[in-house]
């Protein structure tokens, strides 16, 4: 069966950096764009950064631009999420998951719906 595992959460200081990484398994991990999104509580969830199956032409929210970096380890069905210069504001659940990229790459790549697999998610908390 189709598995995305995250890893690499944890509390951090404002300011500090985490790397996740989330291991695909199941899959033809080269068919599929990666996305990952958060969760804060008491908010809907919402679109981080997405990397098509070549991690060319990367999406990024606003409000990460600059700060995040997704990349992806195709010969290891990885992908990962550097977050560096960390908020409180980005305190959440991050969760990856994994778009069939020939029907990924001509929708809105920020969509939940374009995404077929998802991640049980991991907490990221920055302590201001």
């Known amino acids: 069966q189709v598995q995305l595992v995250e890893s690499g959460g944890g509390l951090v200081q404002a300011g500090g950096s985490l790397r996740l990484s989330c291991a695909v398994s199941?899959?033809?991990?080269?068919?599929?764009?990666m996305g990952w999104f958060r969760q804060a509580p008491g908010k809907e969830r919402e679109f981080v950064a997405a990397s098509p199956w070549s991690g060319l032409g990367t999406t990024y929210a606003d409000s990460v631009k600059g700060r995040f970096t997704i990349s992806r380890d195709n010969a290891q069905s990885t992908a990962y999420l550097q977050m560096n210069s960390l908020k409180p504001e980005d305190t959440a659940i991050y969760y990856c998951a994994a778009g069939l990229y020939k029907t990924w790459v001509v929708g809105d790549r920020s969509s939940p719906a374009q995404y077929n697999y998802w991640g049980q998610g991991t907490q990221v908390t920055v302590a201001s």
């Open positions: 199941g899959v033809t991990f080269g068919s599929y764009a």
